[in-house]
Every structure is written in structure tokens, then in C-alpha cells.
């Protein structure tokens, strides 16, 4: 069974830390990209953060860039947000994201349960 869970969501202060894990299993993690979404309340889901499966190309949405970090442990079949200097803006659900090309526009796409950040005094 296919699982993606994240965790390490919770309410920060602005300009706080947080990282987020996401624990992946029944799939060879080690060969798919992953991503980090979010989605705050009335709002579209909106891609963070991905890396490819060696972890050699690393893509943010220009919201995040200079604060986030996306990383991953293929041992662990784990991925991780180091998020930084956080804002009110920031505050979402954030969804881990497994995605695998298996042809020309076909694609194997696993979503995990989300966790909820949110950024506040």
C-alpha cells in the first residue's frame, strides 16, 4: 500500500522555523520526484517545492525562494521542507507529493494527507 505522510506542521510566530517530513513507502521512492504543495482556505493549490529523484535539480515557486528548502534521504524514503523566516502568508495546508513519468503524458502521481502550518502571533 502506497502511503505519504506528512508531519511537522503546527502554528509559528512570523520570521519562525519549521520543517516538514514526509515518510513514503510502498513505491521505490528513490525513483520519483517529489513536490511540496499547499493550499490556504478559497485558494488554488500551489506548487512549493520540488526535487527530482537523485536530488539533482531543486524548483521553488518564487513566494518561497531564499527561505525554503526542499531536500530528501532516498535511505529514509523521506523529504523534507526546512521552511524559514516564515510570513502570515505562509499559513496552508501542505501536501506531500510522489510523481513518476511512466510514458509520453502518462504519469504516476501519489498525494499524502497534508499537515497544517500556519504562521501567527
Known amino acids: 500500500q502506497v502511503q505519504l505522510v506528512e508531519s511537522g506542521g503546527g502554528l509559528v510566530q512570523p520570521g519562525g522555523s519549521l520543517r516538514l517530513s514526509c515518510a513514503a513507502s510502498g513505491f521505490t521512492f528513490s525513483t520519483y520526484a517529489m513536490s511540496w504543495y499547499r493550499q490556504a482556505p478559497g485558494k488554488e493549490r500551489e506548487l512549493v517545492a520540488t526535487i527530482t529523484s537523485a536530488g539533482d535539480t531543486i524548483n521553488y515557486a518564487d513566494s518561497v525562494k531564499g527561505r525554503f528548502t526542499i531536500s530528501r534521504d532516498n535511505a529514509k524514503n523521506t523529504v523534507y521542507l526546512q521552511m524559514n523566516s516564515l510570513k502570515p502568508e505562509d499559513t496552508a495546508v501542505y501536501y506531500c507529493?510522489?510523481?513518476?513519468?511512466?510514458?509520453?503524458?502518462?504519469?504516476?502521481?501519489?498525494w499524502g494527507q497534508g499537515t497544517q502550518v500556519t504562521v501567527s502571533t
Open positions: 507529493n510522489a510523481k513518476r513519468g511512466t510514458g509520453t503524458w502518462r504519469y504516476t502521481n501519489y
